[in-house]
T-cell receptor, first 116, second 115 residues
Framework: DTGVSQNPRHKITKRGQNVTFRCDPI?????LYWYRQTLGQGPEFLTY????????KSRLLSDRFSAERPKGSFSTLEIQRTEQGDSAMYLC??????????????FGAGTRLSVL | SQELEQSPQSLIVQEGKNLTINCTSS?????LYWYKQKYGEGLIFLMM?????EEKSHEKITAKLDEKKQQSSLHITASQPSHAGIYLC???????????????FGAGTILRVKS
């Protein structure tokens, strides 16, 4: 069990560019979550998947944001035409839906995005 | 807007002292989670509370969920420098019994421990 892995850890981009982040959940965790966290605030929910199905999207997830989990394993979060307001830490979490640890979300180290 | 209020926002304690962090909701808490975060890093799961009056401990950290299930507290005994960080409470679907979906978090409590 290697934990939730996120890549890259840091991303600096210019306004208007597209960026993509990857999240590899803990193996056999069928739920995967994306959150965004800005300085001094708790994480805010963006979206979550059960296996490959995207079950809920926050209103925070504008049309410029898209998330996929094509085979029910890793997930990608893409931001198109980045804006300075997109600068934040993007956190991924995964959880099992059965067993002793059901519904406990385990977080990755995050991807810090800076939009210049 | 945050639906979970954490207090205090920050605190500085002398090593060896005890401290308490509170998390309050206007709605019933059916699943309350405590996490710790070091600056610039991900969240580390500490404990999950589900039942009114439930109390869990791990090493020197104890978390409680009150009987009315609208407030939780995190208590650290004999604080150490390793306890320093940001403590976050999170709850799933405030006011419902649904688990397993999004968590709503408080803004966090920054803890500094002076040695």
């Amino acid at each position: 069990d290697t934990g939730v892995s996120q890549n890259p850890r840091h991303k600096i981009t210019k306004r208007g560019q597209n960026v993509t982040f990857r999240c590899d959940p803990i193996s056999e965790h069928n739920r995967l979550y994306w959150y965004r966290q800005t300085l001094g605030q708790g994480p805010e929910f963006l979206t979550y998947f059960q296996n490959e199905a995207q079950l809920e999207k926050s209103r925070l997830l504008s049309d410029r944001f898209s998330a996929e989990r094509p085979k029910g394993s890793f997930s990608t979060l893409e931001i198109q035409r980045t804006e300075q307001g997109d600068s934040a830490m993007y956190l991924c979490a995964s959880s099992p839906t059965s067993g002793r640890l059901a519904n406990i979300q385990y977080f990755g180290a995050g991807t810090r995005l800076s939009v210049l | 807007s945050q639906e979970l209020e954490q207090s205090p926002q920050s605190l500085i304690v002398q090593e060896g002292k005890n401290l308490t962090i509170n998390c309050t909701s206007s709605k019933t808490l059916y699943g309350l989670y405590w996490y710790k975060q070091k600056y610039g890093e991900g969240l580390i799961f500490l404990m999950m509370l589900q039942k009114g009056g439930e109390e869990k401990s791990h090493e020197k950290i104890t978390a409680k969920l009150d009987e009315k299930k609208q407030q939780s507290s995190l208590h650290i005994t004999a604080s150490q420098p390793s306890h320093a960080g940001i403590y976050l409470c999170g709850a799933s679907k405030l006011g419902t019994m649904e688990y397993g979906n999004k968590l709503v978090f408080g803004a966090g409590t920054i803890l500094r421990v002076k040695s």
